[in-house]
Each structure stands twice: as structure tokens, then as C-alpha cells.
């Protein structure tokens, strides 16, 4: 039972690693191209400060649902674990 266990958690989340990762480098890409219209250090910053954030929480959510999938069937409140996962991504 904890092998199974094991292998889904690893599972989940390496897919979730992969969806997260390639959306945050999916909105890197949206901001570079929207940088490249009001360039300077400011809008850089910003632009770049903004990518990440909203990536990582991104990124946070989709490995948190991924873990929520497998506990289910571990733990009384799993959806706890989502907004705790999403919270820790984003600080």
C-alpha cells in the first residue's frame, strides 16, 4: 500500500511539475513580448516581478490538485492541503 502510495504521490507530482513549469515559461514569454513594447528598467522589473508571482501560484494550485487527487483517500480535509500548498508557492 505505501509503494502505491508512493508512486502516485511522485507521479502527481512530477506531472504537475511539468504543466506548472511549462506555464510559467508560457507567461515569461507573454510578459517578454509585452516588455518588449515599454522597454526600460521599470517595466522590466515589473513585468518580470509579475511573471513569476502569477507563475509560482500557478504553479502552487497545480501541484497542490495533483496532491489533493492522491490524498483523497488519506486525509479527512485534502482541499486544506491546496490552499496550504498554493500559500507556501506564493510566499
Known amino acids: 500500500m505505501a509503494g502505491r502510495f508512493y508512486g502516485r504521490w511522485v507521479a502527481a507530482n512530477g506531472a504537475a511539475e511539468a504543466v506548472g513549469l511549462g506555464a510559467t515559461l508560457a507567461l515569461g514569454g507573454l510578459a517578454a513580448r509585452a516588455l ?9 522589473l515589473l513585468g518580470a516581478l509579475a511573471a513569476v508571482v502569477c507563475g509560482v501560484m500557478l504553479e502552487g494550485v497545480l501541484v497542490g490538485l495533483a496532491q489533493v487527487r492522491v490524498l483523497k483517500r488519506h486525509v479527512a480535509h485534502p482541499y486544506r492541503w491546496l490552499w496550504a500548498n498554493a500559500l507556501a508557492w506564493a510566499l
Open 36 to 44: 518588449e513594447r515599454h522597454p526600460g528598467p521599470g517595466a522590466v
